[in-house]
């Protein structure tokens, strides 16, 4: 069975610190990867995907950014963190084909201080 | 592009009470819908799904079906528990089909 693992689970930052998230998927190749921010009494925002190593999509300008080293990695950083940057970061992966029905992880909740 | 609005919340009800969350969708052509919860502190889990018109999704004792006619997948439960009490998010696939759209959420409270 597929898996998908996020950390860290929460995260404490200063304005102005750099970031990495990291998301991880076992039990599947090949699948498109996503990075959603959830912000306090909000719906999700489609922040990156990435349909395969190297393809990223940005769908927001941001101070983020997102790697995707390997086939099941996908990494959001930033050079330098804003207040507007906390929230509740969600990695998600769908098959490549199909009727792109999304799986999600645990989520990292981020608190810029 | 592709949309979708869900009723705004909270929704309260006691325990065994009927449940619906409106949801409505615009889209070009006829795209997967699906139902999606979100227990407080954990990521979203799929919850339903339908891949077309006249569908209908269920799982757990919720249901939801795909109308064209009135461009809508509204959720429904029978008999809602205190376990029930979540936030539960509409979504579609976007115009591209590269990624999901999800609505605002509808946070459901249950008490006994």
């Known amino acids: 069975s597929q898996t998908i693992h996020q950390w860290p689970a929460t995260l404490v930052q200063p304005v102005g610190s750099p970031l990495s998230l990291e998301c991880t998927v076992e039990g599947t190749s090949n699948p498109n990867l996503y990075w959603y921010r959830q912000a306090a009494g909000r719906g999700l925002q489609l922040l990156f995907y990435s349909v395969g190593i190297g393809q990223i999509s940005s769908e927001v300008p941001q101070n983020l950014s997102a790697s995707r080293p390997q086939d099941r990695q996908f990494i959001l950083s930033s050079k330098k963190l804003l207040l507007s940057d906390s929230g509740f970061y969600l990695c998600?992966?769908?098959?490549?084909?199909?009727?792109?029905?999304?799986?999600f992880g645990p989520g990292t909740r981020l608190t810029v201080t | 592009g592709n949309s979708v609005t869900q009723m705004e919340g909270p929704v309260t009800l006691s325990e065994e009470a009927f449940l619906t969350i409106n949801c409505t969708y615009t889209a070009t052509g006829y795209p997967s819908l699906f139902w999606y919860v979100q227990y407080p502190g954990e990521g979203l889990q799929l919850l339903l799904k339908?891949?077309?018109?006249?569908d209908k999704g269920s799982n757990k004792g919720f249901e939801a079906t795909y109308r064209k006619e009135t461009t809508s997948f509204h959720l429904e439960k029978g008999s809602v528990q205190v376990s029930d009490s979540a936030v539960y998010f509409c979504a579609t696939v976007n115009q591209a089909g590269t990624a999901l759209i999800f609505g605002k959420g509808t946070t459901l409270s249950v008490s006994s």
């Open positions: 339908a891949t077309k018109a006249d």
């Open positions: 998600a992966w769908s098959v490549m084909v199909g009727p792109y029905e999304q799986y």
